[in-house]
């Protein structure tokens, strides 16, 4: 007889064979979700037999999951910021480190006076992908926020999850290319955007659950990742208001680069940390060159 304990074991050794990482985490994960317990429930019940309807809803997603799947795409969302997002290939799957744009957003609005909570200020969401960001915004700012990327499937996915979070008074979803669809009278409190940002160099060392799922069109910049960021700082100014901002996720070592660089009526403001202590956002201020 099978048991929850010794499908756990079997299942984490396949994962792990097949170049999973935290095979152990994930097969967990995905016996809770099959079974329809949670994560903790498992532990309680090691001893508890399954039945062969139970391992037959099983062995199709563990075996998804052997062949590279991502983790999230079985399970069907992901936890954001403690909000539930679904994700599957439509869209780039939210990371924990973009969680933290969020908490940088809020300081930066905070510190000016801008009326976070208010239900007053003005964001767009640039590549909102499943809109994880965006949904973020105005449920945890009480923001108005304008979430617009240049794929249709990606839009269609945060479709799903703007309505799966009754947000559809809140958040404008546009097909654009960056913000060529707005119109130029169109002006933002602030601008945050998690755009492709990869090299195109540096595909093969991708994890497959990465390059083999995510879209492409979310992942790679360019020769040096920054094609599209710099097309968007090029341009953004024009959206801010006075004294606005930009926030950017970026990779470790790109904002070297982007200090070097000029970009119309923008100045650098700051770099912050992600949870491994990397430079992972990137901040500029609007500044008005005639003053």
Avoid at 50 to 67: F, G, Q, T
Avoid at 128 to 154: F, H, K, R
Avoid at 239 to 256: N, R, W
């Amino acid at each position: 007889m099978q048991t929850i304990l010794s499908i756990l074991n079997k299942t984490a050794d396949f994962l792990q064979k097949h170049g999973v990482a935290n095979a152990k985490l994930d097969s967990q994960l995905l016996l809770a979700h099959g079974l329809g317990l949670k994560r903790m429930d498992l532990f309680l019940n090691f001893d508890r037999p399954l039945s062969e309807i139970e391992l037959a809803k099983l062995r199709p997603m563990v075996s998804r999951r052997a062949k590279r799947e991502p983790l999230q795409h079985i399970l069907g969302s992901v936890s954001f910021r403690g909000h539930e997002i679904k994700c599957d290939k439509r869209a780039l799957i939210p990371r924990q480190e973009t969680e933290l744009a969020v908490d940088i957003l809020c300081e930066a609005l905070g510190s000016r006076e801008l009326g976070v909570g208010s239900g007053n200020l003005n964001l767009a969401d640039v590549g909102t992908g499943t809109g994880a960001l965006a949904i973020a915004a105005a449920l945890e700012l009480n923001a108005n926020v304008y979430a617009c990327d240049i794929s249709e499937d990606a839009l269609e996915l945060a479709e799903e999850n703007v309505a799966l979070h009754k947000l559809e008074n809140k958040i404008m979803l546009v097909n654009s290319d960056l913000l060529s669809a707005f119109p130029s009278d169109v002006k933002f409190d602030a601008i945050f955007a998690n755009l492709p940002y990869i090299p195109l160099s540096d595909a093969a060392a991708l994890q497959p659950e990465v390059l083999n799922w995510d879209p492409h069109v979310a992942l790679f910049g360019g020769t040096d990742g920054l094609e599209l960021i710099r097309k968007l700082l090029n341009t953004c100014a024009n959206y801010l208001k006075p004294g606005a901002f930009v926030i950017l996720e970026i990779a470790s070592g790109q904002e070297k680069i982007l200090q070097a660089e000029k970009f119309v009526n923008l100045k650098f403001t700051e770099t912050y940390k992600d949870y491994s202590g990397q430079v992972r956002f990137y901040s500029m201020l609007r500044f008005d060159e005639k003053k």
